[in-house]
């Protein structure tokens, strides 16, 4: 069984007063989970049983080691101090708080590496290709030459430590770029977008986004895309509950660190 998941954890609060730690820390972290296990897959590394997930997961007990092989999952429980939990919430640098993430990793990775075979060196040039791509994760998701409307749309997976964004750029067909915008923002967590996002349907007027069951999501008119306006709209109720909205923009703003994030 091949490695095909690497995710950094939390063990769940037990009091109310540490579930907006805990649910920053999951959203903030999901850009570098998603990251890595992308990646690793294209490694085809083989783990030494029945896992295919590695978690590293920060407690505030002592270091522990826990394997399902039911949910193909082994996890190193990473004790971190409150010294350390406090330096990390001054941290107002992106790049000190993902290095902080690395190290969390890398400690789970080497406890684990204690009693089982774990690629510790090549999940560290992860971390690396991470870095030298300056901390960004964005990836293809589609593209489509659209010969009636003299355009080309390319569709792009754009996370950051705050939201999730589908980005559609469109030149014109000898790749003459016209404009891009994102068509749909939500939190920065596969459960949110995971499912939403899966097809792109182009009819004779719309370019349509539809989800795993071929559902659709969004919808951009042609006629826009063609003219450089990028708008689309949310064809499913629920999906737009996770939308910024007025309902929800504290929880937004609950995922960012500093005055000047929030502007």
């Known amino acids: 069984m091949n490695f095909r998941y690497i995710y950094l954890g939390i063990e769940y609060p037990e009091s109310e007063n540490e579930k907006d730690f805990y649910i920053k820390f999951r959203n903030n972290t999901w850009i570098l989970c998603d990251y890595l296990s992308r990646h690793v897959?294209?490694?085809?590394?083989?783990?030494?049983g029945d896992y295919n997930l590695l978690s590293s997961s920060i407690t505030r007990g002592e270091n522990f080691l826990e394997m399902s092989p039911s949910c193909k999952y082994l996890q190193s429980g990473v004790h971190v101090s409150d010294e350390e939990i406090q330096s990390y919430l001054s941290m107002r640098d992106e790049r000190d708080r993902f290095e902080f993430y690395f190290s969390l990793l890398e400690r789970g990775y080497r406890y684990a590496a204690q009693s089982h075979d774990i690629p510790v060196d090549e999940f560290l040039k992860l971390h690396q290709q991470f870095r030298d791509g300056e901390y960004r994760n964005e990836c293809l998701f589609k593209k489509k030459m659209i010969r009636d409307y003299g355009i080309k749309v390319l569709l792009e997976h754009v996370l950051t430590q705050y939201a999730y964004h589908l980005r559609l750029t469109v030149t014109d067909l000898k790749g003459n770029y016209i404009n891009s915008g994102y068509i749909f923002t939500t939190y920065p967590s596969a459960v949110c977008y995971g499912y939403d996002v899966r097809h792109l349907l182009v009819t004779d007027k719309?370019?349509?986004?539809?989800d795993f069951i071929d559902k659709p999501q969004f919808e951009c008119q042609l006629s826009d895309l063609a003219a450089g306006i990028i708008r689309s709209v949310c064809l499913d109720e629920n999906t737009?509950?996770?939308?910024?909205?007025?309902?929800n923009k504290e929880e937004f703003v609950k995922l960012r660190w500093d005055e000047e994030c929030n502007k």
């Open 41 to 48: 897959r294209k490694l085809k590394l083989p783990s030494d």
């Open 206 to 210: 719309t370019l349509m986004i539809t």
């Open 240 to 247: 737009r509950k996770y939308i910024p909205n007025d309902d």
